[in-house]
């Protein structure tokens, strides 16, 4: 099959083209030939090396943690999917990952499209979609009423973060530059603020939650605007505890954990018509176009999800 692969650590144009053997499914696992993946900043993270004491890869690798196709082969122990099933997951890959013709998924972290969702759509969802769900239902226990702050509403987690406080009836503050304002206030923002003009620290008081995609001075800041008993879980560094204690605040690192329950809760919501994806790049599925999409997620400056059209 044809993949993109990296065969050793370095810049976007370690990005190759290369055949590397279909998967076969284990007996829990399905093979996905894929439709659509997407871009997350951990795929340069990973591909530069500045993951590599943490995720132990053997080369070649497959990058990519998004996968969004149809079902082609079925492991024997499989119960709830089948062949010809349209199916979207965060697998659990260790090399070989999306940016391929086929992938290999657990079956517990697989979840059904629903038939109103494109395989693009569904591609930019899972691991930014459920990080975003960890972040607040998880470790935060968003409730309806609360004031929560999402850090760069306008980024893949943030966007879909917003729309999920809104669904759970939240007051929703978010941080991005002007450009993104008109589009991000449509999926409900109920406060923009360009952070280009405006210090969020100033603006806000007393918030229950604060979603920190950002880290340094944005995540010490981000204490100062909540409430005691608030809570301010981070996807990009631990937070410190001692500021954690001075205020109060239950902070911590959230780190994603793939899972098809979760994710077939954020495909309902999409069903509804309560969750969907922005998808402001798509490129093509070559070496050149991952290459590009790469460049432009090193910039921490894309709208919404950047996706791969692979079929
Ligand atoms: N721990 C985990 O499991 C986990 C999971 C997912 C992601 N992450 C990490 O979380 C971070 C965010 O991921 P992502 O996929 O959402 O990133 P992303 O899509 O690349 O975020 C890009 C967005 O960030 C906005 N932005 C940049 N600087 C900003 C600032 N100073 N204030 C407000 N907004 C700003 C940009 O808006 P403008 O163009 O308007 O500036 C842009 O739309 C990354 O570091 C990623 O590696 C961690």
Redesign the pocket.
């Known amino acids: 099959m044809k993949a993109i692969v990296i065969e050793q650590y370095g810049d976007k144009n370690q990005l190759i083209e290369k055949e590397m053997p279909r998967p076969v499914p284990g007996d829990h696992q399905v093979v996905v030939e894929l439709h659509a993946t997407s871009i997350?900043?951990?795929d340069w993270?990973v591909r530069e090396g500045y993951l590599k004491e943490m995720l132990d890869f053997d080369f070649p690798i497959i990058l990519g943690w998004d996968a969004a196709g149809v079902i082609t082969d079925v492991g024997n122990k499989v119960t709830n999917f089948k062949a010809g099933d349209r199916v979207f997951a965060r697998p659990d890959t260790t090399r070989l990952g999306t940016y391929a013709q086929y992938t290999a998924v657990d079956e517990h972290l697989l979840a059904h499209i629903p038939e109103n969702v494109s395989f693009e759509e569904a591609a930019a969802v899972p691991?930014?979609g459920l990080?975003a769900w960890?972040c607040l239902v998880d470790f935060s226990d968003i409730k309806e009423g609360d004031k929560v702050l999402i850090?760069?509403?306008?980024?893949?987690?943030?966007?879909y973060a917003i729309q999920i406080a809104k669904n759970m009836g939240a007051y929703v503050a978010t941080?991005?530059?002007?450009?993104?304002k008109e589009w991000v206030e449509k999926l409900g923002v109920d406060e923009f603020i360009n952070?280009?003009e405006k210090d969020f620290a100033d603006e806000l008081s007393n918030y229950d939650i604060v979603l920190d995609?950002?880290?340094g001075e944005?995540q010490e800041k981000s204490f100062g605007i909540l409430k005691k008993g608030g809570s301010l879980p981070?996807?990009?560094q631990p937070p410190e505890d001692k500021l954690a204690d001075e205020h109060g605040v239950n902070a911590g690192?959230?780190?994603?954990e793939p899972d098809g329950e979760k994710l077939t809760k954020l495909a309902q919501m999409m069903e509804e018509g309560n969750l969907v994806s922005v998808i402001?790049h798509q490129f093509n599925f070559s070496a050149e176009g991952l290459q590009d999409a790469h460049d432009l997620?090193e910039?921490?400056?894309?709208?919404?999800?950047?996706v791969i059209k692979i079929k």
């Open positions: 997350n900043p951990i993270k691991l930014a990080t960890q850090h760069a509403g306008s980024g893949g987690v943030g966007h941080t991005a530059s002007g450009k993104n952070y280009k995609t950002l880290g944005i981070s996807i990009v690192f959230v780190w994603l402001g997620s910039t921490h400056h894309a709208k919404g999800k950047i």
